[in-house]
């Protein structure tokens, strides 16, 4: 982004320009990060589909920012990232068009824990190869989200999660025009399964399968490697809305 001193990556620097205005970048080397995804089942690269590939910056346990991504070559496995600011990152993958477990990088081998995750340095020019992912199958939940009047939903999100209450996020997908859902790359075993409308603008009353808002009454679903778990589905109802002022010494706060 131009902000008419060093440039940065940050949106949040940039300046206005215009019409006319004569700008020059002052454009820094990236680096670059190569590796091959591997099933861990074979150990053989995993071909015919796409798997996203992530740079991280921030806490992999805690907050944290997606920087940048590629797909995977469908053809023989292998990612390449480049153009990366440098920097301390780390490497995760997320399903894409597979049903491939998310994992994140480790010399030692990828692993589902974020505590496990390993940084990487980049300096510009750097190129680093062999940071590759041995990735287990997972499985896939799928259904429908509707409200309480039988209408689809679209662009709501719905996760899987390990735990019914504070459990750590598994794997996600949004639902489309349909209200259709499909959530691939989990975990095999129990999950629970929870809806986000509001964070995607609805005023809709959050679940979790099947019908409750309460953590401690959500049904467990029981997910399989390699197979898929269908009519896992929500009808929603609105939620009411609470709105006001915030101010400090009589002035408003934005």
Request: hydrophobic residues 35%.
């Amino acid at each position: 982004w131009y902000d008419n001193v060093d440039d940065t990556e940050n949106c949040n620097d940039a300046i206005w320009v215009n019409i006319g205005d004569t700008i020059v970048f002052n454009v820094v080397e990236g680096g670059t990060v190569s590796g091959t995804i591997i099933n861990s089942a074979n150990n053989l690269p995993i071909k015919d589909v796409s798997v996203d590939v992530s740079i991280i910056q921030g806490e992999p346990c805690g907050p944290h920012q997606y920087v940048m991504g590629r797909y995977s070559n469908p053809l023989d496995g292998t990612f390449t990232l480049d153009g990366i600011p440098p920097g301390d990152y780390f490497l995760r993958t997320y399903p894409g068009d597979s049903n491939f477990i998310s994992e994140w990088w480790n010399a030692s081998g990828s692993s589902m824990n974020c505590a496990d995750a390993q940084s990487i340095s980049i300096s510009s020019g750097d190129t680093i190869m062999d940071r590759g992912f041995q990735l287990e199958e997972g499985g896939a939940v799928s259904g429908h989200v509707h409200d309480d009047g039988g209408q689809p939903l679209a662009n709501v999100h719905v996760f899987a999660q390990e735990a019914s209450c504070n459990g750590q996020w598994l794997a996600g997908a949004n639902t489309d025009d349909q209200g259709f859902y499909r959530i691939q790359g989990i975990l095999p075993g129990s999950v629970y399964i929870r809806t986000d409308a509001v964070s995607n603008g609805y005023s809709f009353i959050d679940e979790f399968w099947d019908g409750t808002p309460d953590c401690g009454a959500a049904a467990e679903i029981s997910v399989e490697a390699g197979a898929e778990t269908p009519n896992i589905d929500f009808n929603l109802s609105p939620g009411a809305t609470i709105s006001g002022n915030v101010a400090s010494g009589g002035q408003p706060l934005e």
